[in-house]
């Protein structure tokens, strides 16, 4: 309160003159959302898009009396006198089209619409600001792209990601590589999560945000390269709701269903629930993913001012494990492609699998304290068990023969609370306008592990047919071993500011600090305490400018950001321990953002260079800490709608990540890290009287070569995917046609493990 109230008395600095927001909704006649229909202040280039919901906000409008313009393509406009008070954000009426939602959607066919650019976010920055105003590079991949290409692993939604290699690891969970680093997606709304099998069926979006995050964000959920944020969807004022059903190759059997209602008559209590059943099997000669997914969702307006809101995502998975190639070097193969076993031949069995739950849970308030501040409180709670995981690690012996060596985990168990509360601001000091955030966030994250050494199971011999693995030979196997118990429990207390400020109308600077003081518990192995506890605290950087060179259309920009992660003390060959300091990347990055041709053409070119200095490395057995890495390259990104019904999604990016001082294998390139990478949707609904609602899509994604060990000597090969799609789209209902991997090449993830041949599937959607 102490702090709301000193950041009060700076508001009386605020002058007469100067700018605020707008805000409102679009309805259709029948009282349904009016989804992408363009809103703009007459007489200037500020203007935006309704969302999905029909809600729209337009920053930064001079003060004084303005004329708001409701245009619809084809209908003439409305027009609504509205006032703009500086440094406040105004509520216009809101608007009811003459036309039903029916007639809107065949009006949306016709006009120009960039329907796969939504980069509007409030928790890029952890506050509202748009693309153009942020210095920071991420990109979206919307729910609307994910459902025409008829996404049910949540990896295939990242593929439209330029810079960005998805993948599974042995268990089956989910990750990708960018910027050279590994991310996991432990995110959901800005807040930590406990999940290791998403399903898509819960997206709105995905945020992938680009390089070292820790100011925003910490150390305990993001890498150097990145992050991905999991954006859910969220209740609306109507009914509303769809149920789909997706059957394939591999058994593919998948039902999915999404309601939304109010849930009384002045619609102040909402609910939606999205729910999903899964069951699949594999192109290989044995595996299964079976899941099952709920995910309900409440918000409540308690008033004009408060906001409650309550979402839970329950899944439960079982999936075959999948086998993770070690010790090619004992071995002539230099490359994963001159392996004597068909990607097609499983190395597991049937009922070598994972048995995951996770139960998360987050509760919200948001409240607006004055027409200049508001405060937001979340708190999400997560639990993943996994009951027990397989995993099999073949060890090559010679060309010929390997051991097929198990590890049993489970059970497994995450736990992990994550408070935050923000204050963001937005007001004036003389003529300079600031957006202020304010926050602190506690977050604690328990493990529990019981792991059993299986030990070799079999000896392969590739001549030979590969027989599977026998569950009850495994659990006979374990019984005879000796388990490990161990529980780790650590805890992150932070505080951060950020303040975007504007300098100009068209130059703004980003300032931002986090200090994370960071307390690692003693691991308990099988009831022992050991000594490996310790604290740190970690202080984390960033600064940005946008200069819009042409406002509202074109941006340059640039970034220098912090990412860190926190070191434990080493005992030294002496008996002595040393201490240091949060391992720290580093990043300068410059480009250009454009939002140009009325939004019809959106995309991001940006050169980075991410830089380790105080890695820990072991010289003559010390452990030292002045060991270097860095990660340099450029990425292009485009999303466009150059002509009505034409979408198209694009990207590049080159990446060189190599090892710089080290104990060992300077100079060499990080293992399992690709140099390129290339994504391409372009997708088509024809808007013609004979071929109107029918819509195709085309792409795909190439990945490069990258080495698989330290030692730079062994090469996984890159790959090409080409996917397509069929859809005939109705108000009412849609059916679509997907085919994956069409060209049936059989490849491998950077991470060495094979990826899914030829998949055709089909969708039918009924919306109501």
């Known amino acids: 309160m102490a702090l709301l109230i000193s950041l009060q008395c700076a508001l009386a600095l605020t002058p007469d003159k100067g700018r605020g927001n707008v805000r409102g909704l679009v309805q259709t006649s029948d009282g349904q959302p009016a989804g992408f229909v363009n809103v703009s202040i007459k007489g200037s280039s500020k203007g ?289 492609k001159d392996i004597p076993v068909s990607s097609k031949t499983s190395l597991g069995g049937e009922n070598i699998d994972a048995d995951l739950t996770a139960l998360n849970y987050a509760l919200g308030a948001r409240y607006t304290v004055n027409s200049k501040w508001a405060s937001q409180t979340n708190i999400a709670i997560g639990n993943n068990r996994i009951e027990h995981s397989n995993q099999i690690y073949p060890n090559w012996t010679s060309d010929t023969t390997f051991n097929r060596n198990i590890s049993n985990y489970g059970p497994r168990i995450f736990t992990s609370i994550n408070a935050q509360q923000n204050f963001t601001g937005n007001f004036n000091i003389g003529r300079i306008r600031n957006r202020l955030l304010v926050g602190v966030d506690v977050y604690t994250f328990t493990s529990q592990l019981r792991y059993t050494d299986v030990g070799t199971y079999d000896v392969v011999n590739t001549n030979k047919p590969v027989p599977g693995i026998n569950l009850e030979k495994v659990n006979d196997l374990m019984a005879a071993k000796t388990n490990s118990n161990n529980q780790t429990r650590l805890s992150t207390y932070s505080v951060y500011a950020s303040d975007v400020v504007n300098l100009t109308e068209r130059l703004i600077v980003m300032l931002s600090l986090r200090v994370d003081r960071f307390v690692n518990n003693a691991t308990i192995t099988n ?157 088509y609904k024809f808007t013609g009287k004979t071929l109107r609602n029918f819509g195709l899509g085309v792409g795909g994604n190439y990945v490069s070569d990258c080495f698989f060990e330290a030692a730079n000597l062994i090469t996984i090969p890159g790959y090409t995917l080409v996917n397509a799609s069929l859809f005939y789209d109705q108000p009412k209902w849609r059916v679509t046609l997907k085919g994956n991997n069409l060209g049936n090449e059989a490849t491998f993830s950077n991470w060495g493990l094979p990826q899914p041949l030829r998949q055709l599937s089909g969708s039918v959607t009924i919306k109501f």
């Open 48 to 336: 935006s898009l309704t969302g999905e919901q029909g809600d729209y906000m337009i920053r930064n409008v001079a003060e004084g009396s303005h004329i708001l313009v409701v245009q619809l393509v084809g209908y003439a406009a409305v027009e609504i006198p509205i006032d703009i008070v500086a440094g406040e954000t105004v509520t216009a009426p809101a608007v009811s089209l003459k036309e039903s939602l029916n007639q809107l959607e065949e009006v949306q066919v016709k006009g120009n619409v960039n329907r796969f650019a939504d980069k509007e976010s409030d928790y890029v920055a952890r506050l509202p600001l748009k693309n153009l105003e942020n210095p920071q590079v991420y990109s979206t991949v919307n729910k609307d792209l994910i459902s025409e290409q008829v996404v049910t692993d949540f990896k295939d939604a990242l593929r439209n990601v330029a810079g960005v290699a998805p993948v599974n690891n042995p268990a089956g969970g989910t990750g990708a590589t960018i910027r050279g680093f590994s991310a996991t997606t432990t995110i959901r709304n800005g807040m930590a999560v406990q999940i290791y099998q998403s399903d898509p069926i819960n997206l709105e979006r995905v945020e992938v945000i680009k390089g070292p995050s820790g100011t925003l964000f910490g150390s305990s959920l993001v890498s150097f390269g990145g992050l991905i944020n999991q954006v859910t969807k969220k209740p609306f004022e109507a009914f509303k709701g769809e149920v789909s059903y997706t059957a394939g190759s591999y058994e593919l059997s998948r039902f999915t269903a999404d309601l939304n209602t109010p849930l009384n008559a002045d619609k102040s209590l909402l609910l939606r629930v999205n729910a999903a059943a899964h069951s699949e099997g594999t192109w290989q000669t044995f595996g299964h993913n079976r899941r099952y997914t709920a995910t309900p969702s409440l918000l409540y307006k308690v008033d004009d001012r408060l906001t409650l809101s309550f979402d839970a995502e329950l899944n439960a998975t079982n999936r075959s494990t999948v086998a993770y190639y070690q010790n090619l070097n004992k071995t002539s193969y230099k490359n994963f």
């Open 527 to 683: 009831g022992v305490k050991g000594t490996n506890d310790y604290k740190q605290t970690a202080i984390s950087p960033k600064f940005g400018f946008v200069y819009q060179l042409a406002p509202e259309q074109l941006s340059i920009f640039g970034n220098y950001m912090n990412g860190f992660q926190n070191v434990a003390p080493v005992v030294q060959p002496d008996g002595t321990t040393s201490t240091f300091k949060p391992l720290n990347a580093n990043q300068w990055e410059f480009g250009l953002k454009a939002e140009a041709f009325s939004r019809k053409l959106t995309g991001t070119v940006s050169y980075y260079d991410i830089a380790i200095n105080n890695a820990t490395r072991v010289e003559n057995s010390f452990t030292v800490q002045d060991g270097q890495q860095k990660s340099k390259g450029y990425e292009v990104e485009i999303v466009a709608n150059p002509i009505a019904g034409l979408n198209i999604v694009a990207g590049y990016a080159k990446n060189d990540n190599k090892v710089v001082k080290a104990a060992a294998f300077e100079g060499n390139y990080v293992a399992q890290v690709p140099t390129d990478y290339v994504n391409l949707w372009v997708s």
